[in-house]
Nanobody, 120 residues
């Protein structure tokens, strides 16, 4: 079983930065995609950014392009989300998730979430 543990959330002023980490543990970890999702109060969970674990193009939702950067350290089984120029509308619970194969319709593994709050 794979476990994902997020860290790095917190309270920051608008314009500030945070870096989230997602550490994977458990059996041999080699997913197809790693993604960061977020869910704001009263809103549906949305995919923010996705990366192929083996390398290749990444996907960013339009609202974070140019501000957020995803990276990975495969040796540490860790994925990072660098968030710069944060805005109040970025306030949400951020979740790390892994999709084991391209064919699977949904992400298989989820972290517990970490709160990001951006004050104006």
């Amino acid at each position: 079983q794979v476990q994902l543990v997020e860290s790095g959330g917190g309270l920051v002023q608008a314009g500030g930065s945070l870096r989230l980490s997602c550490a994977a543990s458990g059996r041999t970890f080699s997913p197809y995609y790693m993604g960061w999702f977020r869910q704001a109060p009263g809103k549906e969970r949305e995919l923010v950014v996705r990366i192929r674990y083996s390398g290749g193009p990444t996907y960013y939702t339009d609202s974070v392009k140019g501000r957020f950067t995803i990276s990975r350290d495969n040796a540490k089984n860790t994925v990072y989300l660098q968030m710069d120029s944060l805005k109040p509308e970025d306030t949400a619970v951020y979740y790390c998730a892994a999709k084991s194969t391209l064919a699977r319709p949904n992400y298989d593994y989820w972290g517990q979430g970490t709160q990001v709050t951006v004050s104006s």
